[in-house]
């Protein structure tokens, strides 16, 4: 069985090590609850700190120096300005939109905490932000539960018919 403690594991470890994805535990989370395997009433909450204890963790890591320095380096730039700039005016409406952006949501966290952005404010509108985008990947993964087997074929028809044509070509 898919633990809740599982779950909450992922989405904490997701916050703080980038590579596990926590939009892919959310939509796992939400095809579990289609299939019955997990309770709703149990999941969301668990999902939703799972992810604000992430962050909240990111947030304290990148206000004490070089944890972020090695995620940001990977940005342009040109665009780390920007991102900036866009803290430094208006920091409310950068942690909540940031993290709404598949990709980009460990920004909010890392820049409010190495701007040192009050610890209130960003709780505040993080977690204003995470009740829209928890409940919304979970229930894209519990809409979608019963149309898995049918991606699944088409993308292993896919496969088969990509492996055809190139052999064909080459």
């Known amino acids: 069985h898919f633990s809740y403690l599982g779950v909450f594991t992922l989405l904490v470890l997701g916050?703080?090590?980038?590579?596990?994805?926590?939009?892919?535990?959310?939509?796992?989370?939400g095809?579990?609850?289609?299939?019955?395997?997990?309770?709703?009433?149990?999941?969301?909450?668990?999902?939703?700190?799972g992810v604000f204890i992430g962050d909240i963790i990111l947030f304290h890591l990148s206000g004490h120096g070089g944890y972020a320095k090695k995620f940001i380096a990977k940005i342009s730039q040109e665009r780390l300005?920007?991102?900036e700039d866009f803290m430094k005016t208006h920091s409310h409406k950068a942690i909540f939109f940031?993290?709404?952006i598949v990709g980009l949501r460990f920004l909010g966290p890392m820049l409010a905490g190495v701007m040192k952005v009050?610890?209130?404010?960003?709780?505040?509108?993080?977690?204003?932000a995470i009740l829209i985008y928890v409940p919304v990947l979970i229930y894209i993964g519990y809409y979608f539960n019963d149309q898995l087997d049918v991606l699944t074929a088409r993308l292993a028809a896919l496969k088969h018919g990509l492996f055809v044509t190139l052999t064909i070509v080459v």
């Open 15 to 29: 916050g703080v090590l980038s590579p596990i994805s926590e939009e892919v535990v959310l939509l796992a989370v």
């Open 118 to 128: 009050k610890s209130r404010i960003f709780r505040l509108y993080d977690f204003l």
């Open 31 to 49: 095809y579990l609850i289609g299939v019955g395997v997990m309770n709703k009433f149990i999941a969301l909450p668990i999902s939703i700190m």
């Open 98 to 100: 940031l993290r709404l």
């Open 81 to 83: 300005l920007k991102y």
